[in-house]
């Protein structure tokens, strides 16, 4: 319900504005209300005490006939309405006003006497908003036994009415008019408020989300108006050179992209001509066997031929090994389908340190080999996995200086994993590079020297052979790097 500013916004402000507002209006207004029934009550009070202290002088010295004029001096008070004297039965004996003398009260003011009133409870009651009225018993007290000795305890009622002040109802109309005025003061100040976030914050916000939707569908051409001096003109203006940079930056990757496409041709393109190479040394080479061959049968007869099969031997070797290199070079250069089965990773870690020989041999690389389990096999492609060992250990002789030393081994690790590892003790690489070394076209050589396609393509095999590379380096310190695989003990 209140995930967005807007919905918190204006929840919280309405919240406030009504606690604001709200508060102290009723304070004022029960603070009022209680003054003002307090002085009602005084002076109602007041009033029945008077007419109590007239009727039991009047009473005293027997002059029932003053009764009449004593209620009505009494109700020549401009706030005093009416004063009524009745009996039990309702009976008017006695009023202010001569008309109403002899008449049911009940009957000419029906429900004006309650029967808390006659149970002899002051209650005071506002009536039409314009009222006070209390009705009190006169008591039947040891004084009065006299002359009223067959009543029982109350003797008659005393019922008096008096008319708010003009002042007094202006409170009551007043405290109607504030609670209006309130609700008047929560509405406009919610609309304002409302109106000014809209205008100011709302609208930017949208504004500046719509942009970055544009911006993240590649619409780098997206600006904003930054036509502001406050925080959100700041805030549009460094969007603005972020997106300026951004499409600055694509421009540049775009090209560099396509340089590196072009190289990444240019190498395909050597390497099916290298392919081609090795397929053609391996035809002179051939030959030169077979006449090697046809010259030992012939020597072997002769006196003294043995001071030439030496000489012969090692050209059989050498030719033997060239063969061995074109012969891996062909077995990597070929487009085989990708087909899994039982590989031994010891196996082609020497085939590819024998591709890589005549690098390893020209920046006199020592090569040590930690392989600490027999027939260490996994199910894969052994294509694929010699060109991840190939593109790493390319990628260990090139940050080694000469004489530097490449360590490659194999071990069982927890988990019935195979744990394939190279290091080497180069230059080492910080944590910025480290985290990029697997994004395609990022490389640290020159451009002439790498593509950045290598670690994300070791990255792509080893995740179709469902097995977790780690990389661990520092600068100065060299590098390792860890292949995880399952091991396959059948």
């Known amino acids: 319900m209140l995930k967005t500013i807007h919905a918190k916004f204006i929840f919280f402000t309405l919240v406030f504005i009504v606690l604001g507002v709200g508060i102290p209006t009723t304070f004022l207004i029960v603070q009022l209300s209680e003054n003002f029934d307090q002085r009602s009550r005084i002076l109602l009070e007041s009033t029945i005490d008077v007419v109590h202290t007239g009727l039991r002088n009047a009473m005293m010295l027997g002059s029932h006939k003053n009764i009449p004029l004593i209620l009505k001096n009494i109700a020549e008070n401009r706030n005093v309405d009416h004063i009524r004297i009745f009996s039990e039965d309702g009976t008017i004996r006695y009023a202010s006003n001569n008309e109403e003398v002899g008449k049911n009260i009940d009957q000419l003011f029906p429900g004006h006497i309650s029967d808390k009133k006659r149970e002899g409870k002051n209650t005071v009651i506002i009536e039409n908003r314009r009222i006070y009225s209390v009705t009190t018993p006169l008591l039947n007290e040891s004084e009065c036994r006299n002359c009223h000795t067959t009543k029982g305890p109350v003797i008659a009622y005393v019922d008096v009415d008096t008319e708010l002040t003009q002042a007094e109802i202006y409170f009551?109309?007043?405290?109607?008019?504030?609670?209006?005025?309130?609700?008047?003061?929560?509405?406009?100040?919610?609309?304002?408020?409302?109106?000014?976030?809209?205008?100011?914050?709302?609208?930017?916000?949208?504004?500046?989300?719509?942009?970055?939707?544009?911006?993240?569908?590649?619409?780098?051409?997206?600006?904003?108006?930054?036509?502001?001096?406050?925080?959100?003109?700041?805030?549009?203006?460094?969007?603005?050179t972020m997106v300026s940079n951004l499409q600055v930056s694509k421009k540049k990757i775009d090209e560099m992209h396509f340089e590196q496409l072009q190289r990444a041709d240019k190498l395909v393109t050597l390497g099916e001509l290298a392919a081609e190479m090795a397929h053609e040394i391996n035809n002179p080479a051939g030959i030169i066997m077979s006449r090697v061959d046809y010259v030992q049968m012939g020597l072997k007869d002769l006196p003294g031929s043995n001071d030439f099969n030496e000489d012969l031997n090692v050209v059989i070797s050498q030719v033997e090994k060239i063969s061995k290199i074109t012969g891996s070079m062909l077995k990597y250069s070929k487009k085989l389908p990708t087909e899994f089965s039982t590989v031994n990773l010891q196996a082609v870690t020497e085939d590819t340190l024998q591709i890589l020989g005549p690098r390893l041999t020209k920046k006199k690389v020592s090569v040590e080999r930690q392989f600490l389990l027999e027939n260490p096999q996994t199910e894969g492609d052994p294509?694929?996995?010699?060109?991840?060992?190939?593109?790493?250990?390319?990628?260990?002789?090139?940050?080694?200086?000469?004489?530097g030393q490449l360590t490659v081994g194999i071990e069982e690790v927890e988990d019935h994993r195979l744990r394939w590892y190279i290091q080497d003790n180069g230059v080492g690489m910080n944590r910025e590079t480290r985290e990029q070394i697997f994004n395609p076209f990022f490389t640290t050589k020159r451009a002439d020297k790498g593509t950045g396609l290598g670690l994300y393509i070791v990255k792509n095999i080893c995740k179709n052979h469902k097995a977790e590379i780690v990389c661990h380096s520092e600068p100065n310190k060299g590098t390792l790097f860890n292949i995880y695989f399952q091991l396959n003990n059948n």
Not at 212 to 240: C, S
């Open 172 to 240: 009551h109309t007043g405290s109607l008019h504030m609670i209006f005025l309130a609700a008047a003061m929560i509405l406009v100040l919610s609309v304002g408020f409302y109106l000014l976030f809209n205008h100011f914050i709302n609208k930017p916000l949208t504004r500046f989300r719509s942009a970055l939707d544009d911006v993240e569908k590649g619409q780098l051409e997206t600006r904003l108006p930054a036509a502001r001096e406050d925080e959100i003109g700041v805030l549009e203006g460094h969007f603005n």
């Open 383 to 403: 294509v694929q996995l010699e060109q991840v060992f190939t593109n790493l250990v390319n990628n260990a002789i090139d940050a080694l200086a000469d004489n």
